[in-house]
């Protein structure tokens, strides 16, 4: 790796307690991803980014403050990029998926909060993540309890911004979203000093929706009978979707997506005929959180797809073009957001259609829900995603699990059980 440690030092950064993560992350990578074999050869990107992942993407975060350019921080797929990438900011994903950071939100957070907000709060308090150190103001969200009340800590030490997410879909909380989208854009072009208008907000637009519709071509061939890549390299490409540039992260995944194309044509597989299909659903796998992935790839069977906000639920869906007023342009951003379909929504019906619809369309054989402990809407949620997919006729195992190791060949064993019945 290139020398990164002047510009850590930089940023304030707690450097021995980084160089123990730096120490293990590269070894869980290998074990994870590099003992798979006949990857595509696209992905060899992908691992460059994961083995530079705290330098090569946050040294160009930092040449564009150079340049006087602002970079926001975001928690949740319901905060559109469009309007930072308008106002000329650049947007990058803030979410921890890693255990190393949990103990520090602990110091602050209840135990009983998710990793996933513990983590995030940990990685910025602990000063051990270069991108948490680098934004310049961090957009929140009021999807869940955990996450408001974690605004309220990062707040005392990083501006942070808080949209308010309506948690019903009547017409009235389109028109809510849409506010807040005006209220973001004001505080966008505050923050840069830049103007959002039609003609760069319909560029960004479009730029968003090009990187939409290249992930989608990695999802469409996950759907074919030849598995032309694993899951857990499609998971990786998607995490990897939220840090990068996006008109590179277009680039590289219709490269990726030709690939693939090509594999299928071949008859290329990475798994063996008849190897079961699986599709994930629940909390989002923030990188580098590969577990569930691991445990079902090496337990013989593949996944296939991800309605997950770390899937399917980032691409699905393209912002309308057509719109030329700012205001129109806006309407249009919120009915695209709107229609994600996150359990912190009442009713929530429309992520069950999801599900039984993915399931069809990926052919798979069978559905693991998964939520992170101690998150109490998808938890919750559980009960009629698992009773929906019983009436389809869909096997399903639900599995709840956090960041540790601790259960890990416990839940090897569940994930076995199941995989027999399929
Ligand atoms: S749209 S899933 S990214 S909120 S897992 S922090 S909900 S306690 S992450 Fe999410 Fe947006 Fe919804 Fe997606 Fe809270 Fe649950 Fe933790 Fe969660």
Request: net charge negative.
């Amino acid at each position: 790796m290139a020398d990164y440690r002047k510009m850590w030092e930089e940023l304030g950064m707690d450097l021995e307690s980084h160089d123990t993560l730096c120490a293990v992350l590269p070894v869980a990578f290998g074990d994870t991803y590099l003992s798979q074999e006949n990857r595509p050869e696209n992905m060899a990107f992908y691992d460059f980014v994961v083995s530079e992942i705290h330098g090569v993407r946050p040294s160009e975060l930092i040449e564009h403050q150079k340049k006087g350019g602002k970079v926001l921080g975001t928690f949740c797929v319901y905060v559109p990029d469009e309007v930072a990438v308008a106002a000329g900011a650049v947007v990058t994903g803030l979410c921890g998926g890693s255990q190393f950071w949990v103990p520090g939100g602990e110091k602050v957070l209840p135990k009983n909060t998710c990793s996933l907000i513990k983590a995030s709060v940990g990685a910025r308090l602990d000063r051990t993540c270069p991108f948490f150190r680098i934004a310049d103001m961090y957009i929140g969200e009021t999807t869940c309890d955990g996450k408001k009340k974690a605004w309220e800590i990062l707040a005392e030490d990083v501006p942070v911004h808080v949209m308010d997410l309506p948690q019903m879909k009547r017409p009235q909380d389109y028109t809510k979203w849409a506010d807040e989208i005006r209220i973001f854009i004001g505080v966008v072009e505050k923050l840069t000093g830049g103007k959002v208008t039609a003609e760069s907000l319909g560029a960004a637009i479009r730029l968003i929706n090009n990187k939409r519709r290249a992930l989608a071509r990695v999802y469409e061939c996950r759907k074919s009978e030849v598995i032309p890549i694993s899951g857990k390299d499609g998971l990786l490409m998607t995490q990897i979707a939220f840090f990068d540039d996006p008109a590179r992260c277009a680039e590289m995944a219709n490269k990726l997506a030709d690939e693939l194309e090509k594999r299928i044509k071949d008859g290329v597989s990475v798994f063996p005929k008849g190897t079961k299909r699986i599709l994930l659903t629940g909390t989002p796998l923030a990188i580098p959180n590969w577990k569930l992935h691991h445990l079902i790839e090496t337990s013989g069977a593949a996944v296939v797809c991800e309605e997950m906000c770390t899937g399917t639920r980032y691409f699905e869906h393209l912002v309308d073009e057509s719109q030329t007023t700012l205001d129109g342009q806006v309407d249009a951003l919120a009915a695209r957001y709107m229609k994600n379909n996150c359990a912190c929504f009442t009713p929530n019906t429309g992520r069950i259609d999801d599900i039984l619809r993915l399931a069809r369309e990926y052919k798979a054989d069978g559905v693991i829900n998964t939520n992170l402990k101690f998150c109490g809407l998808y938890d919750t949620e559980s009960r009629s995603v698992m009773r929906a997919l019983k009436d389809a006729g869909i096997p399903a195992l639900n599995i709840e699990t956090d960041y540790t190791d601790t259960d890990a060949e416990q839940l090897r064993t569940r994930i076995q059980a199941f995989l027999e019945l399929l």
